[in-house]
């Protein structure tokens, strides 16, 4: 549901004024991210504007296939290029400023800032914002947002939005799937786009040494005893044995879902800083954002994550009493 924001006419009016497009995407980006960030720029290019695109991490390399990756700039802070008059930031797929390169919101008064996302929680932090909380992905937005312009959609924006689509629904099985999702891509191949390509590029592309992670994830996952939830952790130890990187944990925790029975899976990733990440994922009807909210973090009802500051031995202890009691509720 749009729940709340300016028109899509609104931010098309006041971005298509602006000379520069400065586009930020959330911490650890996902195809979503990226996608969403690579149409953008991609648009903007054929637009004649110039663009510049990043965060606070590099692209997965999964993602290497899509159009302008090799502009993406990883950076902490906003370059100074975005001070400059006639700059609009957008940011995408980003629920609040924390999660993306610091230093926007001392801007808010002299540059046009752009929030476009579909997460809930999203804290409305633009000039403008539009939050569609029914798009099943923020690529999903930009589609619409390209098709009102009535300006031609250029190809390489079709690739990065198609992507944000596939990665966001789980290629169309999880339950944000909707006709529309399934509309757009038909569209999007329509253009020539080869899907097998794209599907080989993000989920046929593991390295062993990742394969060897899940496997490791697998054999210590465990579940609650009424068997409505699978937990399963890495040590950054785990990482540094096996030659892993932290994006070959990614997908993990949507494994350990497909358990029977399972309404609630979570792993729990020790950071570079000791930090323990916990990424949790659940079915239709179930939440797992109130979990994560616990600890501070966010996401969607059907996936959500946290970080816990605690040793992860601690960590696991404390997440597994935490979704065993909130399992017996639902
Ligand atoms: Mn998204």
């Given amino acids: 549901m749009r729940d709340n924001g300016d028109s899509l006419k609104e931010i098309l009016n006041a971005i298509l ?4 497009w400065a586009i930020f995407v959330h911490e650890r980006p996902d195809g979503d991210a990226i996608g969403s960030g690579s149409a953008f720029y991609s648009w903007g290019m054929a637009l004649g504007k110039r663009c510049i695109w990043g965060g606070t991490h590099p692209v997965p390399k999964a993602y290497g296939y899509l159009p302008f990756v090799e502009e993406y700039q990883v950076m902490n802070f906003v370059p100074d290029v975005v001070r400059e ?16 390169v610091q230093g926007i919101l001392d801007l808010y008064d002299s540059t046009l800032i752009v929030n476009i996302d579909h997460h809930m929680d999203n804290q409305r932090f633009g000039r403008l914002n539009y939050i569609d909380t029914s798009s099943s992905a923020t690529a999903e937005i930009i589609w619409d947002l390209l098709n009102d312009s009535k300006l031609p959609i250029p190809k390489d924006a079709r690739i990065g939005i198609y992507t944000g689509i596939i990665t966001d629904t789980g290629h169309f099985t999880y339950s ?23 599907f080989r590029y993000i989920y046929a592309s593991r390295r062993l040494e990742g394969l060897k992670l899940w496997g490791l994830a697998f054999m210590r996952a465990f579940s609650t005893p009424d068997g409505k939830a699978v937990v399963s952790w890495l040590k950054k130890e785990d990482f540094e044995k096996l030659n892993a990187d932290p994006y070959d944990s990614e997908g993990i925790v949507n494994q350990l879902l497909y358990v029977k029975g399972a309404i609630i899976s979570a792993l729990m990733t020790e950071g570079e800083d000791g930090e323990v990440r916990v990424s949790f994922r659940a079915v239709t009807g179930v939440s797992v954002r109130e979990l994560a909210q616990k600890w501070d973090g966010g996401g969607h009802p059907q996936a959500a994550a946290c970080k816990i500051y605690l ?3 601690k960590a696991l202890d404390v997440v597994s009493k935490s979704i065993e009691e909130y399992v017996k509720n639902v």
């Fill in 311 to 313: 040793p992860i031995e």
């Fill in 17 to 20: 004024t602006k000379k520069t």
């Fill in 176 to 198: 944000n799937t909707t006709p529309k999702s399934h509309l757009i891509a038909q569209d999007v191949l329509s253009s020539g786009i080869n899907p097998e390509q794209i």
């Fill in 85 to 100: 008059p006639d700059t609009a930031i957008i940011v995408l797929d980003t629920s609040n400023l924390e999660r993306t």
